[in-house]
């Protein structure tokens, strides 16, 4: 199945100053843009053409690296979008996320510092995670295209922590990066939502 663009479910500007329209404009136009073109491109002729997004990810990975990266972050990105709104973060979770936060990650506070020291800690380009694995939350770091889907987990929340998504708004601050989406751009109810598909 061919990959295609999804248009942002907000305007370029909705989330400023936290995420600017600059920083989406080449974040979302170009450089998504390019894992669906060079992805199609690699995809054709291989035997997971006519596969589902999430089998070509779990598929290719370790074995078609042109494959697997762009196939990887088109999966993230397709994600990383529905996970920030307008007016979003801070701790206004849905109940049945925020047990389940109180249950295995030592309470919002205490997920709040561990998923920002994952993408803190993450060296060089990756992203930051909290995924859902045997039926319990975990957060979780991985370099380059790599997700929690590669590990036999589901992600419910991702932050990308590569330059591109921040260095024009924060330039070398990824940690004031990840605290401003922490508290200002998570869309709960869809994390919320993830969880309850994940099980
Ligand atoms: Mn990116």
Redesign the pocket.
């Known amino acids: 199945m061919a990959f295609t663009l999804p248009d942002l479910p907000y305007s370029h500007d909705a989330l400023a100053p936290f995420m600017s329209k600059e920083t989406l404009e080449y ?1 979302h136009d170009k ?2 843009q390019a ?1 669906v073109t060079n992805g199609n491109n690699a995809l054709k002729g291989t035997q997971w053409e006519n596969k589902d997004l999430e089998e070509i990810v779990k598929g290719s990975f370790g074995k078609n690296p042109a494959v697997f990266n762009n196939a990887g ?1 088109h999966y ?2 397709m994600l ?1 979008w529905k996970w920030m709104k307008p007016g979003g973060g801070g701790d206004k979770l849905p109940g049945k996320l925020k047990n389940a936060v109180e249950r295995d990650l030592g309470g919002l506070a205490k997920a709040k510092a561990d998923f920002i020291a994952a993408g803190v800690g993450q060296f060089g380009s990756g992203w930051c995670w909290i995924a859902v694995k045997d039926g319990k939350l975990t957060i979780d770091k991985t370099p380059n295209g790599e997700s929690p889907l590669v590990k036999g987990a589901t992600p419910i929340l991702g932050c ?1 922590v ?1 330059e ?2 921040y260095y024009i708004d924060y330039r070398n601050a990824r940690p004031k990066y990840l605290e401003a989406f922490w508290d200002h751009l998570i869309n709960w109810e869809e994390v919320d939502q993830q969880l309850a598909r994940a099980g």
């Open positions: 974040h450089h998504h894992y972050q993230n990105h990383f990308d590569w591109h998504s």
